[in-house]
């Protein structure tokens, strides 16, 4: 079980933290990631990162001004979001992997509820 939280309304340049709490068979995986899907449009990969805190990846996007790490200790992994910009409004969801994932969207196993992010100009 992934869940997910922290997302809120903040101004043009803001910040948030998302946090997701991995539970149960999501804390036996090895890549944690962070996905975003806005209205009309499909989700997209945002970040990854594996457990052993190794082999980050960001979208070209976001690189820059969001950074996640995890906390092996509280099966937590984080997205410090900054800069936020309008483009940033998405519903974001983590995502966990049982295999070593390099970069990219392909191979997540379990999915959370999302978290929503509004981004006002």
């Known amino acids: 079980q992934l869940q997910a939280s922290g997302g809120g309304l903040v101004q043009a340049g803001g910040s948030l933290r998302l946090s997701c709490k991995a539970s149960?068979?999501?804390?036996?995986?090895?890549?944690m990631g962070w996905f975003r899907q806005a209205p009309g449009k499909e989700r997209d990969f945002v970040a990854s990162?594996?457990?052993?805190?190794?082999?980050?990846d960001y979208r070209d996007s976001v690189k820059g001004r969001f950074t996640i790490s995890v906390d092996n200790a509280k099966n937590m992994v984080y997205l410090q979001m900054n800069s936020l910009k309008p483009e940033d409004t998405a519903v974001y969801y983590c995502?966990?992997?049982?295999?070593?994932?390099?970069?990219?969207?392909?191979?997540?196993?379990?999915w959370g509820q999302g978290t929503q992010v509004t981004v006002s100009s």
């Open positions: 149960g068979r999501t804390s036996i995986t090895y890549t």
């Open positions: 990162m594996w457990w052993s805190g190794g082999n980050t």
């Open positions: 995502a966990a992997a049982r295999t070593f994932i390099v970069s990219g969207p392909s191979g997540y196993d379990y």
